[in-house]
């Protein structure tokens, strides 16, 4: 069954440097999503993505953050100038129909920053 | 404003005893209701959605969930819990259309005793 991948499965980075957390969705899906969950708290949205633009973003996406789908499979999202903040478990999701909302999920990325 | 709640932090029930985990939301339209479950240093698995029919949904690993309107809920059961349901479950509510954020509750931690 296809799965959404996420690469690394932990980054630890230092308080100031970029980062970029990268995701492979299901290769038919159309719409792309990140979401992030700080330790002990909920899962939080980020950003959603479809042909090449950004759908929607929460108040959590600021100016530090970005993503891209710089090929036909690999989508990105980068953190500009990381912050102790920053600290959390990265998802990636996808969804392959306009209609339906149903949202795959990775396996996350676990970013910790010192 | 747009929420999820999940009353339980933390259940434990007993192998062979029946389950069921609370949730209530808030959304402004017509809400597409799921529940995940997460294990641990894993990622979001989908175990089932609602969005129309039968208010009574059928999901994977035995488990159902029940709409009611009246009560803005969705509560998760399963008639019989195995110590391999031992996870984190999380509720989430949307809009059917893809693209758009799903909001999740804070979840609620099932451990499994013998």
């Known amino acids: 069954e296809p799965e959404v991948t996420q690469t690394p499965s932990h980054q630890v980075t230092q308080m100031g440097q970029e980062v970029i957390l990268r995701c492979v969705p299901i290769?038919?899906?159309?719409?792309f999503y990140w979401y992030r969950q700080i330790l002990g708290q909920k899962v939080e949205f980020l950003v959603s993505f479809y042909n090449n633009e950004i759908s929607e973003k929460s108040e959590i996406f600021d100016d530090q953050f970005s993503v891209e789908r710089p090929d036909g499979s690999n989508f990105t999202l980068k953190i500009r100038s990381t912050k102790l903040e920053d600290s959390a478990m990265y998802f990636c999701?996808?969804?392959?129909?306009?209609?339906?909302?149903?949202?795959?999920f990775g396996p996350g990325t676990r970013l910790t920053v010192l | 404003a747009q929420s999820v709640t999940q009353p339980d932090i933390h259940i434990t029930v007993s192998e062979g005893a029946s389950l069921e985990l609370r949730c209530n939301y808030s959304y402004g339209a017509t809400p597409y209701l799921f529940w995940y479950v997460q294990s641990p240093g894993q990622g979001l698995q989908l175990l089932l959605k609602y969005f129309s029919g039968d208010t009574l949904v059928q999901g994977i690993k035995g488990f159902e969930a029940e709409f009611k309107r009246s009560q803005s809920s969705f509560n998760l059961r399963k008639p019989s819990v195995h110590w391999s349901d031992a996870a984190e479950y999380f509720c989430?509510?949307?809009?059917?259309?893809?693209?758009?954020?799903?909001?999740f509750g804070k979840g609620t931690t099932l451990s499994v005793s013998s």
């Open positions: 290769s038919n899906h159309l719409y």
């Open positions: 999701a996808s969804t392959r129909l306009a209609g339906d909302n149903e949202q795959f």
């Open positions: 989430a509510v949307g809009a059917m259309q893809a693209g758009t954020a799903l909001i």
